[in-house]
C-alpha cells in the first residue's frame, strides 16, 4: 500500500547505532515499524506544528512515506 523511503540520515543513524553495540536488535524493530506502515498502519505519535518541506510537485499513484530520525534537545546537550 505504501511505499517506505528511508533518508540518507535516517540510514546513517542505524549504522551508528548498531555499532554501540547496546541496540543489537535495532535492524529488527525498525523492519517491524516498517512492515507495518507498508500495510497501511501509520503508527507513532503526530508532532504537532512539524514543519516539513511539501512536495506536491505532481500527483503519484503510489503513496510514500519517508522515514527520517528526530532527536531531542536533551539527546545532543
Not at 549504522?15 to 553495540?21: N, P, S
Not at 535495532?26 to 516498517?34: A, H, M, Q, R, T
Request: hydrophobic content about 35%.
Amino acid at each position: 500500500m505504501y511505499t517506505i523511503i528511508a533518508t540518507e540520515q535516517f540510514e546513517k543513524d542505524i549504522k551508528f547505532y548498531k555499532r554501540k553495540k547496546k541496540f543489537n536488535h535495532i535492524e529488527d524493530d525498525v523492519d517491524e515499524v516498517i512492515k507495518e506502515l507498508q500495510n497501511g498502519n501509520l503508527i507513532g505519535d503526530e508532532i504537532p506544528n512539524l514543519k516539513l518541506p511539501e512536495m506536491n510537485h505532481h500527483i503519484r499513484l503510489e503513496l510514500q512515506i519517508q522515514i527520517l530520525t528526530l532527536v531531542s534537545q536533551t539527546d545532543i546537550d
